[in-house]
């Protein structure tokens, strides 16, 4: 069985669910507690793709602050794939996802990434309407909808980027 090594970043603002995100997949575990990154914390998990292939995710979740690009850049530098994760409930975070896939394709250029519009379970107070998701998809963005909380959509999102990231 092979075994490669992949960096995933989490990129979006702040308060959309990436540690949220990373610690559901990473551990089982959800808090309702709030904790602002600093800097950037990394995780790691090996996921089993199929009976002969394994990847060893490294999971850099980066800060979400928004006066940090030319430090987040740095931490973009050898990523083979990463998330743009925004709040279904706060449109504005859509944009930031926006800015940050810029900043991606500058710094590393064209690797699998995978809009995730996190919260899910709050689908009633969603300003992230289907016709922002359906313009995106337009544009080629392969868009999921998670839910940290619920655990709804998480497995599958990070398994999805692993498989476009071994792909050859």
Request: hydrophobic share 40%; glycine share 8%.
């Amino acid at each position: 069985m092979s075994l490669v090594k992949k960096k995933i970043c989490m990129l979006g603002g702040s308060a959309v669910g990436k540690t949220s995100l990373v610690q559901r997949f990473v551990r089982s575990m959800f808090s309702e507690k709030y904790m602002t990154t600093v800097g950037v914390k990394i995780d790691q998990k090996t996921l089993e793709l199929d009976s002969d292939r394994r990847v060893d995710l490294m999971l850099w979740d980066i800060h979400g602050d928004d006066e940090f690009q030319n430090v987040r850049s740095m931490y973009l530098r050898g990523m083979s794939g990463y998330f743009l994760i925004a709040d279904g409930t706060r449109r504005s975070t859509l944009d930031k996802a926006a800015e940050m896939h810029d900043l991606a394709l500058k710094t590393v250029g064209d690797v699998p990434f995978i809009l995730i519009i996190n919260k899910s379970d709050l689908v009633s107070e969603w300003e992230v309407t289907e016709e922002d998701l359906e313009r995106l998809h337009g544009q080629g963005w392969l868009v999921l909808k998670t839910s940290a909380k619920e655990d709804h959509g998480v497995t599958e999102a990070f398994r999805k980027l692993a498989e476009l990231m071994t792909a050859k």
